[in-house]
């Protein structure tokens, strides 16, 4: 598939939403870089760095770490690597202040959003999603033991890696991350409205349809 250009996107959504599932096709299908604050955060918590000292209590009790560390370690990756390809950002911004801080950086490089897009999904949905995800520990493919299983349990099937269960995918960690969704990260929605490159897709439909719907709105609005 050929790449519509210069695409600089956010994905916007609940937890369980399915951004990551999506930006890892996305990123795939047509070659877009793919950064996950998550993912990122994850790397340093198992590399023991001190910011992922400081973020791990955070993660583990579904609130989300804070602003200033969190800018700082995505404004470094947009200045470096990001700063040319077409990209993803998956779980970022979160926050108004976020929010803020990346259409400041962006506009002072010149390149501003191109889309911002929004995974609507019914919140009854997302706990059983998130209580039955594992993700590939080698690879980081991400499955589920319900919508999508392996073959072999517990064994990725794309590397042959061991699955892993999130440590804040515990019911009562989901509880805590969709409500602090609910106070911090929605108002984001406002907040791009005005901007005008909001696109809403109907998350609750099956991977494939999702990502038609994406792929649909990215080649449509692309600049
Ligand atoms: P992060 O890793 O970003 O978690 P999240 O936003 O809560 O999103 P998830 O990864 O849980 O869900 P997703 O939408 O990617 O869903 P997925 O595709 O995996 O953040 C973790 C923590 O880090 C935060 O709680 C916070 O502490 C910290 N953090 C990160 N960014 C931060 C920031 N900017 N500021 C402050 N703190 C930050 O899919 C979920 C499951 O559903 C999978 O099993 C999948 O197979 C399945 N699935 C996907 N799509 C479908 C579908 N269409 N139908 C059925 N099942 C599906």
């Known amino acids: 598939m050929t790449r519509p250009d210069g695409i600089r996107a956010v994905f916007l959504g609940p937890p369980g939403a399915g951004k990551g599932t999506q ?52 404004e470094d990756r947009l200045r470096t690597d990001l700063a040319d390809a077409g990209w993803i950002l998956d779980g970022f911004p979160r926050t108004v202040p976020q929010a803020k801080a990346l259409d400041q950086s962006l506009r002072s490089s010149g390149r501003p959003l191109t889309h911002v897009v929004y995974f609507a999904v019914p919140r009854t949905e997302l706990m059983s999603r998130l209580t039955g995800r594992r993700t590939c520990s080698k ?23 061991a699955l892993a269960h999130r440590s804040d995918d515990r019911p009562e960690a989901v509880g805590r991350r969709l409500e602090e969704y609910e106070r911090s990260t929605q108002p984001l929605l406002a907040h791009y409205r005005v901007s005008g490159c909001l696109i809403e897709v109907d998350a609750s439909r099956v991977p494939s349809q999702v990502n038609d719907q994406i792929v649909a709105a990215l080649r449509r609005n692309a600049g």
């Not at 604050?37 to 000292?53: E, K, P």
């Not at 770490?65 to 969190?70: E, Y």
């Not at 690879?139 to 890696?161: E, M, Q, R, S, Y």
Request: aromatic content about 4%; some cysteine.
């Open 23 to 74: 930006a890892l096709e996305l990123a795939r299908s047509l070659a877009l870089a793919h950064l996950s604050t998550g993912d990122m955060l994850r790397s340093h918590v198992a590399r023991g760095t001190a910011l992922g000292q400081r973020a791990k209590a955070f993660m583990d009790a579904g609130q989300l770490v804070a602003d200033d560390l969190i800018i700082a370690m995505v």
């Open 139 to 161: 690879c980081g493919a991400i499955w589920n033991v319900t919508f999508k299983p392996t073959t072999v349990d517990g064994v990725c099937d794309l590397c042959g890696g």
